[in-house]
């Protein structure tokens, strides 16, 4: 199970330049994934995977995904086993079936967590920046420009300060009214 753990974990603790780096490397037309696809027989569907207009922000998701999977993978096993085993049995008594049992049992003892986990990817999906930054710089024809990415650009590359500004303030609102949605809707279905 530490393995397991581990291995879950891994992607948070990595630098997210490195993570960026590597998935750079991976999406390429001649990476590992299209070595792949072209291996089993989907050729034809292979692509640089950040170069493409339609997936290039589908692509980013996915590592953003891959890299917050860890952290929620350990609230939600932190939180599993904090529920008391005689729920379960008493659900199996009760005729419940493993997916009643999950419905039923695991997801309102995990509830806090999946509170957390919203929270905190919410905040890193609206915040990212050097994940962005280091595979796509915005592109192409700036289909993967986040707000974070264009506060920076605006700042440091047009030096308009102001917009730039007003830009991150609007985000750091953004950011707090979802991650208040995400508690009150998670406080008032418990």
């Known amino acids: 199970m530490t393995f397991f753990r581990t291995v ?10 490195a993570v960026g780096i590597t998935w750079r490397w991976l999406y390429n037309q001649n990476g590992l994934l299209n070595q792949f696809l072209e291996a089993i027989g989907l050729g034809s569907i292979t692509r640089a995977w950040l170069g493409d207009y339609n ?57 806090k967590e999946i509170t957390i986990a919203a929270v905190i990817t919410t905040i890193a999906a609206l915040a990212s920046f050097d994940l962005v930054f280091v595979t796509t710089n915005g592109g192409p ?12 650009r605006l700042a440091f590359n047009e030096g308009d300060i102001g917009t730039a500004s ?14 208040t949605l995400i508690r009150r809707v998670a406080r008032e279905e418990s």
């Not at 879950?8 to 330049?17: G, H, I, N, S």
């Not at 932190?78 to 493993?98: F, N, P, R, V």
């Open 166 to 179: 007003a830009l991150a303030i609007t985000l750091t609102a953004l950011v707090i009214v979802f991650v």
């Open 8 to 17: 879950y974990f891994l992607p948070q603790v990595l630098p997210l330049v």
């Open 55 to 111: 997936l290039a922000l589908y692509a980013l998701g996915f590592i953003g995904t891959w890299t917050m999977s860890g952290l929620c993978m350990m609230l939600f096993l932190s939180g599993a086993q904090k529920i008391d085993g005689a729920l379960y049995e008493a659900a199996t008594l009760d005729g419940a079936g493993a997916f009643r049992q999950f419905l039923s049992v695991t997801i309102p003892g995990v509830r």
């Open 141 to 152: 024809a700036n289909q993967t420009t986040v707000p974070a990415l264009l506060v920076y």
